[in-house]
C-alpha cells in the first residue's frame, strides 16, 4: 500500500468511527428524548374512539432548574438548532433504543381492562386493542380468558365503527356552533364602537 493510500485508509476509518460514536453533549442541558402517545384528532372522530399515534418528543431541562422544563414535539432537519443536530448525542441514542410506535387505541384507553391486564398485555406485545381484536385463535386459546377479552375488543371496535357517523356530525355541529358564537362577538363588538359621522356631529 502507498503512503498516500494509507493516509486514505486511515482518514476514512477516522471519519467512520467518528459519525459511529455518538458526539458528547456540550449543550450543558439534561436532554432527554422518548415516545409520546399523541392523539389523532382526525382520525378519532372518523373511527369514534380515541386512536393515538406515538410520536417523537423531546424533554430539555436546565440542570438544577425544574421549572425550565420543556416538553414538544421533536424538530427534526438540517439547520444547527434542530433537534437531531442540536442534541446529536442523545438523539442518535435514541434512535438506537427506541420502541416500535403505537398506532390504534392504547389499553389504557379501553375501560374494559385493568391495570395489572394491560402489563400482562404488553408482556405478550399486545398494546391496543386492534391487536387484542387481531389475535390469532391459536394464540388466544393459550391464555385463560382470552377469548372472551378478543370477542369483547372486536365487539367494541365494531360498536365505536358504527357510532362514527354520529361523533362527526357532534364535531361538525360544534364547529359551527364556535364559528356562529365568534361571528356574534364581532358584531357586537363592531355595533359598540361610536361611528365616526355620530362623532363629528358632536364635535359640530
Do not use: C
Request: charged fraction near 25%.
Amino acid at each position: 500500500m502507498s503512503e498516500l493510500e494509507a493516509l486514505d485508509a486511515s482518514a476514512y476509518s477516522m471519519a467512520t468511527s467518528q459519525m459511529a460514536a455518538p458526539q458528547q453533549s456540550t449543550h450543558g442541558l439534561h436532554v432527554q428524548f422518548y415516545m409520546h402517545p399523541l392523539q389523532d384528532t382526525l382520525r378519532t372522530i372518523e373511527e369514534g374512539r380515541p386512536i393515538f399515534n406515538d410520536t417523537p418528543y423531546v424533554m430539555i431541562m436546565v440542570p438544577g432548574d425544574k421549572d425550565s422544563v420543556v416538553r414538544r414535539p421533536v424538530r427534526v432537519g438540517v439547520h444547527p438548532k434542530d433537534d437531531n443536530l442540536r442534541f446529536a448525542g442523545e438523539y442518535q441514542a435514541f434512535q438506537a433504543n427506541k420502541d416500535q410506535p403505537i398506532e390504534g387505541t392504547p389499553l389504557a384507553e379501553w375501560p374494559l381492562m385493568t391495570a395489572s391486564e394491560i402489563r400482562e398485555m404488553e408482556y405478550f406485545g399486545i398494546r391496543t386493542v386492534e391487536n387484542l381484536a387481531g389475535l390469532a385463535d391459536v394464540k388466544a386459546s393459550q391464555f385463560m380468558g382470552m377469548q372472551d377479552k378478543k370477542k369483547k375488543a372486536n365487539e367494541w371496535l365494531q360498536n365505536t365503527k358504527d357510532g362514527a357517523p354520529m361523533l362527526r356530525l357532534n364535531a361538525e355541529l360544534a364547529e359551527r356552533d364556535n364559528k356562529i358564537e365568534v361571528m356574534q362577538q364581532q358584531l357586537e363588538e363592531l355595533l359598540a364602537k361610536p361611528s365616526k359621522k355620530k362623532n363629528r356631529d358632536v364635535a359640530e
